[in-house]
């Protein structure tokens, strides 16, 4: 129970509410706030960015259209902005995990502004001069404005996405470069193959980054697509007839992204197949970086004892029992990070199938685990790039040291000798621990290596030609 000295008396249509003195919220927020104590998390700032924008918008356009008292819009106007700018961000307090499609989200921001516009009109907290439903509210539904925010709210943070996977796509090109002169092994099934450059390596990496960054933006497409207006099942009711069009130029102009009309109000209200995609290219992009992380963790395995082809920084002690051990700390975090991504990814894809008929009830957990995805992807993203990336080294020695001992660099004399001859060539390397160059050599030296058909010797020029230069192989 509150303590009544510091609370004030609210009603809703259930009753008596007591809220906090000071809160902007008012009654419905304080019955979600204890009717869902799940998690103790609270809205993403992009979540609470979108809403408020979406309130200034809609009260700019009732302005507009006649429907709404001047000094209450400008009231609700200058509240809304105030959220915008994060100025109230403490006030919204209630849990992702709660009622279905967002109500109490919503309310918590109609609240918000309409006891700010009310202190803005020289009233009290709970008086409500400007009311939450009738004015903050007017003209819209938590069904067409919850899905609303999550596609503004991702495409808030998308130039800084596609930022942060450039700066990672560019460090990764630069170490392409720097590497481009490096012959080591390559390997297939995590076994000995053909010559690579570890630039090509690099360069290869920077490319998959660099298309699941389109892959993103060409996902984001969708998002723009606005069913603002369609209030509660896509008809419109409540709302003007030029709601729809005007909120879509109004958001646009405010937010300065590239937003459009929605083509059918009723698919927007029960479809959440747009956030979905999106949150797919997201999750083709975890699966990408934990590749990449997991290579670099092979790759600088060991030192001593591993393959130890390229160095980490090293960032932080890695044990608290052996010394001077270094772990591949930022491509662990990096894993651990997307691994998290996915499982977003999964709770976003149950919860667009379960929506029903007119309306996804699930939308508070899309909302939450798209911009959670958001979230962690550009910190994981900004701190691998700039912790690790940019500051790897190369172990030539080792790298090029591995490649003599490659027996299928063999695979440069199939022209020459044929498969079959190759492949004994290569059990007797591993039987004899000799090198295919110095085994090849040997061979020809003793008139024992023939050509691939079988009728003639091979010289020993022919084979110093094939395996000579085994950057040519690349």
Not at 16 to 39: C, H, K, M, W
């Amino acid at each position: 129970m509150k303590n009544k000295s510091a609370t004030r008396v609210e009603r809703d249509s259930l009753g008596d509410v007591f809220v906090s003195s000071n809160a902007l919220y008012g009654a419905q927020t304080q019955r979600a706030i204890e009717n869902f104590p799940i998690s103790g998390l609270k809205p993403r700032l992009a979540f609470i960015w979108s809403m408020g924008v979406i309130k200034r918008a809609a009260a700019e356009v009732n302005k507009d259209l006649g429907l709404i008292d001047l000094e209450k819009a400008n009231a609700i106007i200058q509240a809304a902005q105030e959220v915008i700018d994060g100025k109230w961000n403490e006030q919204f307090v209630v849990d992702p995990f709660q009622a279905g499609a967002g109500t109490s989200h919503h309310m918590n921001i109609n609240e918000v502004i309409a006891n700010r516009a009310t202190q803005l009109l020289g009233g009290k907290l709970g008086e409500y001069r400007v009311h939450p439903n009738d004015h903050v509210n007017m003209a819209q539904s938590t069904n067409d404005v919850i899905p609303t925010a999550i596609r503004l709210g991702c495409l808030w943070r998308l130039d800084e996405l596609l930022n942060t996977l450039k700066n990672l796509s560019d460090a990764l090109i630069a170490k392409a470069v720097e590497f481009d002169d490096i012959v080591k092994s390559g390997r297939t099934h995590l076994q000995d193959a053909v010559p690579i450059r570890l630039g090509q390596e690099f360069g290869a990496y920077a490319k998959a980054i660099e298309r699941d960054a389109e892959r993103i933006q060409y996902a984001a497409e969708g998002l723009s697509r606005l069913g603002i207006g369609g209030t509660a099942v896509g008809s419109g009711l409540n709302a003007h007839p030029d709601y729809h069009r005007q909120m879509v130029r109004k958001l646009s102009e405010l937010t300065t992204l590239k937003l459009r009309e929605s083509d059918n109000l009723f698919e927007s209200m029960q479809s959440m197949a747009d956030a979905t995609a999106f949150s797919a290219s997201l999750r083709t992009l975890a699966l990408t970086l934990i590749r990449i992380a997991n290579d670099f963790r092979l790759l600088s395995s060991g030192p001593t004892t591993g393959l130890d082809e390229i160095r980490l920084p090293a960032v932080q002690p890695g044990s608290s029992i052996m010394p001077g051990k270094v772990n591949p700390v930022m491509a662990e975090m990096l894993d651990m990070a997307m691994f998290q991504v996915i499982g977003c990814d999964v709770t976003i894809a149950l919860a667009t199938q379960a929506g029903q008929l007119e309306l996804n009830v699930m939308m508070p957990v899309i909302a939450h685990n798209l911009f959670e995805m958001m979230q962690i992807t550009i910190g994981a993203v900004q701190a691998f790039t700039d912790q690790a990336v940019r500051g790897i080294t190369a172990n030539r020695v080792k790298a090029e040291g591995w490649l003599a001992q490659n027996p299928i660099v063999v695979t440069a004399l199939n022209p020459l000798i044929g498969y079959s001859q190759g492949a004994e060539l290569v059990k007797e390397a591993a039987a004899r621990n000799m090198t295919i160059h110095d085994l090849a050599v040997e061979k020809a030296k003793d008139g024992k290596l023939k050509n691939v058909n079988g009728d003639r010797l091979v010289t020993i020029e022919e084979v110093e030609a094939a395996l000579g230069d085994l950057r040519r192989l690349t």
